[in-house]
Protein backbone atom coordinates (compact mmCIF):
# COMPACT_ATOMS: atom_id res chain seq x y z
CA UNK A 1 0.00 0.00 0.00
CA UNK A 2 3.10 2.63 0.72
CA UNK A 3 2.39 6.18 2.20
CA UNK A 4 -0.21 7.95 0.97
CA UNK A 5 0.31 11.13 2.37
CA UNK A 6 3.94 13.22 3.22
CA UNK A 7 2.62 13.98 7.06
CA UNK A 8 3.33 10.17 7.14
CA UNK A 9 6.81 10.39 6.37
CA UNK A 10 9.22 10.32 9.43
CA UNK A 11 11.33 12.51 7.37
CA UNK A 12 9.06 15.03 7.22
CA UNK A 13 7.67 14.23 10.84
CA UNK A 14 10.92 14.96 12.40
CA UNK A 15 11.97 17.96 10.14
CA UNK A 16 8.96 19.52 11.24
CA UNK A 17 10.11 18.82 14.85
CA UNK A 18 13.39 19.97 14.28
CA UNK A 19 11.86 23.47 12.99
CA UNK A 20 10.04 24.19 15.84
CA UNK A 21 13.37 23.32 18.11
CA UNK A 22 15.28 25.96 16.33
CA UNK A 23 12.65 28.34 16.31
CA UNK A 24 12.14 27.99 19.84
CA UNK A 25 15.92 28.28 20.56
CA UNK A 26 16.34 31.43 17.89
CA UNK A 27 13.17 33.26 19.33
CA UNK A 28 15.13 35.96 21.48
CA UNK A 29 18.06 36.38 19.59
CA UNK A 30 18.58 39.87 18.76
CA UNK A 31 20.48 39.15 15.50
CA UNK A 32 17.61 38.85 13.15
CA UNK A 33 19.38 38.27 9.98
CA UNK A 34 21.05 34.96 11.54
CA UNK A 35 17.78 34.20 13.23
CA UNK A 36 15.62 34.80 10.01
CA UNK A 37 18.59 32.65 7.93
CA UNK A 38 18.51 29.63 10.18
CA UNK A 39 14.45 29.43 10.63
CA UNK A 40 14.44 29.97 6.46
CA UNK A 41 16.65 26.77 6.14
CA UNK A 42 15.45 24.60 8.73
CA UNK A 43 11.35 25.38 7.27
CA UNK A 44 13.14 24.00 3.56
CA UNK A 45 13.79 20.86 5.40
CA UNK A 46 10.19 19.53 5.61
CA UNK A 47 8.73 21.75 2.76
CA UNK A 48 11.19 20.62 -0.10
CA UNK A 49 10.35 16.78 1.47
CA UNK A 50 6.26 17.60 1.09
CA UNK A 51 6.67 19.52 -2.73
CA UNK A 52 8.77 16.52 -3.82
CA UNK A 53 6.21 13.66 -2.45
CA UNK A 54 3.61 15.68 -4.08
CA UNK A 55 5.64 15.49 -7.85
CA UNK A 56 4.67 12.82 -10.56
CA UNK A 57 8.02 10.65 -9.98
CA UNK A 58 10.64 9.09 -7.60
CA UNK A 59 12.96 10.88 -9.54
CA UNK A 60 11.82 14.27 -8.60
CA UNK A 61 10.81 13.66 -5.23
CA UNK A 62 14.46 12.45 -4.99
CA UNK A 63 15.92 15.65 -5.93
CA UNK A 64 13.96 17.26 -3.89
CA UNK A 65 15.13 15.58 -0.75
CA UNK A 66 18.13 16.17 -2.25
CA UNK A 67 17.62 19.64 -1.45
CA UNK A 68 16.17 18.81 1.99
CA UNK A 69 19.71 17.34 2.64
CA UNK A 70 21.18 20.81 1.43
CA UNK A 71 18.89 22.45 3.89
CA UNK A 72 19.92 20.57 7.01
CA UNK A 73 23.20 20.75 6.23
CA UNK A 74 22.70 25.00 5.86
CA UNK A 75 21.43 24.55 9.59
CA UNK A 76 24.08 22.47 10.49
CA UNK A 77 26.91 24.99 9.49
CA UNK A 78 24.54 27.85 11.26
CA UNK A 79 24.36 26.03 14.81
CA UNK A 80 28.08 25.84 14.68
CA UNK A 81 28.59 29.50 13.93
CA UNK A 82 25.88 30.08 16.42
CA UNK A 83 28.31 28.38 18.82
CA UNK A 84 31.07 30.21 17.84
CA UNK A 85 29.26 33.71 18.04
CA UNK A 86 27.97 32.34 21.36
CA UNK A 87 24.29 32.33 20.55
CA UNK A 88 23.87 28.63 21.57
CA UNK A 89 25.85 26.64 24.30
CA UNK A 90 28.12 23.65 23.73
CA UNK A 91 25.40 21.53 24.66
CA UNK A 92 22.87 22.83 22.77
CA UNK A 93 24.76 22.50 20.05
CA UNK A 94 25.86 18.99 20.18
CA UNK A 95 21.27 18.54 21.12
CA UNK A 96 20.86 20.33 17.69
CA UNK A 97 23.54 18.86 16.01
CA UNK A 98 22.02 14.92 16.49
CA UNK A 99 18.69 16.21 15.34
CA UNK A 100 20.10 17.37 12.64
CA UNK A 101 22.25 14.42 12.11
CA UNK A 102 19.09 11.86 12.62
CA UNK A 103 17.36 13.80 10.16
CA UNK A 104 19.87 13.40 6.87
CA UNK A 105 20.10 10.13 8.25
CA UNK A 106 16.49 9.13 7.22
CA UNK A 107 16.67 11.51 4.38
CA UNK A 108 19.87 9.32 3.02
CA UNK A 109 17.69 6.20 3.48
CA UNK A 110 14.76 7.06 2.31
CA UNK A 111 16.62 8.33 -1.34
CA UNK A 112 18.24 5.20 -1.35
CA UNK A 113 14.95 3.57 -0.66
CA UNK A 114 13.00 5.17 -4.19
CA UNK A 115 17.00 5.15 -6.30
CA UNK A 116 16.99 2.44 -8.98
CA UNK A 117 18.95 -0.34 -7.71
CA UNK A 118 21.97 -1.14 -10.76
CA UNK A 119 21.91 -4.31 -11.70
Known amino acids: MGIQKFE ?7 AQDFTVLIYKHFK ?16 SISNNIAEGFDRSSNP ?3 RFLYFSLASNSEVKSMLYLAHRLEYINESDKHAMLNYSNE ?3 ILNGLINSITPKKP
Open 8 to 14: DLIAWQR
Open 28 to 43: ELSDFGFKNQICRAAI
Open 60 to 62: DFR
Open 103 to 105: IGK
